[in-house]
């Protein structure tokens, strides 16, 4: 081959170019190849991380209550998130529903609702925020604030006189990290790593009016 005319500071310089090339080519296929196992269904993991123990609804002043026991199992890429500034927005998704025998089954009420959790480094304490409500409650731990985040109580879901009297119904439940909360740069994380896939498995109850 000849390489007349060429200066060898060139042809290092290229040979460099090509070998950074084939390291950029090596890493992209690097991450092709872990893709799979990125995308493999870790979701026992995420579903094992929130956890609905018990619900029930209650019928006052004629209106449709309910009570929800949820445990939180956060990660530690989680809870560094939280502490580096992130908030973490919960979403429950809630319907009742009348069973029908000959069609499908009719929604009566959907329902989301949404607690947002933040730490503010300068107090050192943990912010709870009814996202529907606006209602604000400060913790002094982590492990407290977790606690009441995951205990729902009386949690106003539908007037009784859209209810028919005499009549089955069940409620399903389903309880997630809200995705489209956090920055985009960790919602795109979020499409990969099960850590930031929370979310239950969808509960159901029965109940009679």
């Not at 009348?98 to 949404?114: E, F, K, N």
């Not at 607690?115 to 209602?135: K, W």
């Amino acid at each position: 081959m000849r390489c007349e005319g060429v200066n060898a500071w060139h042809v290092a310089a290229a040979g460099q170019s090509a070998g950074r090339r084939w390291r950029a080519g090596r890493s992209w296929w690097g991450v092709v190849w872990a893709l799979p196992w990125l995308l493999w269904p870790g979701s026992a993991v995420a579903e094992e991380a929130i956890e609905i123990r018990s619900v029930n609804v209650e019928l006052v002043d004629e209106v449709l209550y309910l009570n929800a026991a949820i445990t939180y199992r956060l990660a530690p890429s989680l809870v560094d998130a939280l502490h580096e500034g992130v908030p973490l927005t919960f979403l429950l998704e809630i319907e009742i529903v009348r069973p029908r025998p000959y069609w499908v089954d009719d929604v009566v009420a959907h329902l989301q609702q949404r607690y947002r959790l933040e730490y503010h480094a300068l107090t050192r304490q943990y912010l709870l925020t009814n996202v529907n409500s606006g209602s604000q409650f400060r913790f002094p731990s982590l492990e407290a604030a977790v606690s009441v985040l995951g205990t729902v109580v009386r949690l106003p879901l539908v007037d009784r006189n859209l209810l028919a009297r005499d009549q089955d119904y069940y409620g399903r439940l389903q309880v997630l990290l809200d995705e489209e909360a956090l920055p985009v740069p960790l919602r795109l994380l979020s499409y990969f790593s099960a850590d930031w896939r929370l979310q239950s498995a969808l509960y159901t109850w029965q109940f009679h009016l």
